[in-house]
């Protein structure tokens, strides 16, 4: 049974740092790439970044302007987002998924596995 659960989120000020774990199970976590992706109310889902199996190659949304890094831990089978200088604009819930084939796309519809998602919010 595949599983990916987010944790870390919660209520932060402007400014604050965070940081996102999603805990994998059910699938062979080193062969895949991992994304994070945001939806905040009444929008659509939005591209936060993605990392490759390995680590080695990272991919960010340009809106995010330098903020966010994400990481993983094959050992773990365990991917994180680190955020910093965070903004009201960035609260959402936030998403991690995985992709088998090799690529780091921007698209929401090319990830196969998902989480169900944690709530951050960002005040003023």
């Known amino acids: 049974q595949v599983q990916l659960v987010e944790s870390g989120g919660g209520l932060v000020q402007a400014g604050d740092s965070l940081r996102l774990s999603c805990a994998t199970s059910g699938f062979i976590f080193k062969l895949y790439a991992m994304a994070w992706f945001r939806q905040a109310p009444g929008k659509e889902r939005e591209f936060v970044g993605a990392?490759?199996?390995?680590?080695?190659?990272?991919n960010y949304a340009d809106s995010l302007e330098g903020r966010f890094t994400i990481s993983r831990d094959n050992a773990k089978n365990t991917v994180y987002v680190q955020m910093n200088s965070l903004k009201p604009e960035d609260t959402a819930i936030y998403f991690c998924?995985?992709?088998?084939?090799?690529?780091?796309?921007?698209?929401?519809?090319?990830?196969?596995?998902w989480g169900q998602g944690t709530q951050v919010t960002v005040s003023s």
């Open positions: 990392i490759t199996k390995t680590g080695g190659i990272t």
């Open positions: 998924a995985a992709r088998l084939t090799p690529g780091l796309p921007t698209t929401s519809t090319e990830y196969g596995y």
